[in-house]
């Protein structure tokens, strides 16, 4: 992600660590506490600019239920210290199983998700603006 003009990328969800690119190459920018709910978070999409803020998407690890697998999705925002501070409500994209989202980009109105069924077949979907706001919830001080 880009932000005030330097490129980071984010090497782990939780704890949050992230990575930034400069003269000296990669190095840690930070490697905080875990601080989020009980739930083990992985990868997911990149971190875009949105509504001002910096959004992006984690999932659980993967969940087995009945043997069958899926995994949980999180809206996620960091502030402007780079610090999570809200994360969503949990969601399947479109049914419970074995999804994967993996890219978001903001479209006008909205979200547009790209994502993963079975490791099969790759699909998009739009998400309202309000929808994605709705289900910012949680917040962390």
């Known amino acids: 992600m880009i ?4 490129l980071y990328f984010v090497y782990n969800v939780d704890p949050l660590v992230l990575l930034k690119y400069g003269e000296k190459g990669v190095t840690p920018v930070n490697n905080l506490p875990k ?3 009980h739930i083990l978070y992985r990868g997911g999409s990149p971190y875009i ?15 087995t239920y009945q043997n069958k697998w899926y995994y949980l999705h999180y809206f996620v925002i960091l ?14 994209i479109e049914r419970r199983g074995c ?9 006008p ?14 699909r998009t979907v739009l998400v309202s603006e309000q929808i994605v706001k709705s289900m910012l919830r949680v917040t962390f001080s």
Not at 79 to 92: G, K, T, Y
Not at 99 to 107: F, S, T
Not at 109 to 122: K, T, V
Request: hydrophobic content about 40%.
């Open 3 to 6: 932000y005030l003009n330097e």
């Open 35 to 37: 601080k989020l709910p």
């Open 49 to 63: 600019s949105w509504n001002g803020k910096i959004l992006g998407v984690v999932h659980s690890e993967r969940i």
């Open 79 to 92: 502030d402007e210290n780079l610090r999570v501070a809200e994360i969503s409500a949990p969601f399947f």
């Open 99 to 107: 999804e994967y989202l993996a890219g978001i980009a903001p479209v």
């Open 109 to 122: 109105g909205g979200l547009l998700l790209s994502y993963a069924i079975g490791d099969r077949r790759g």
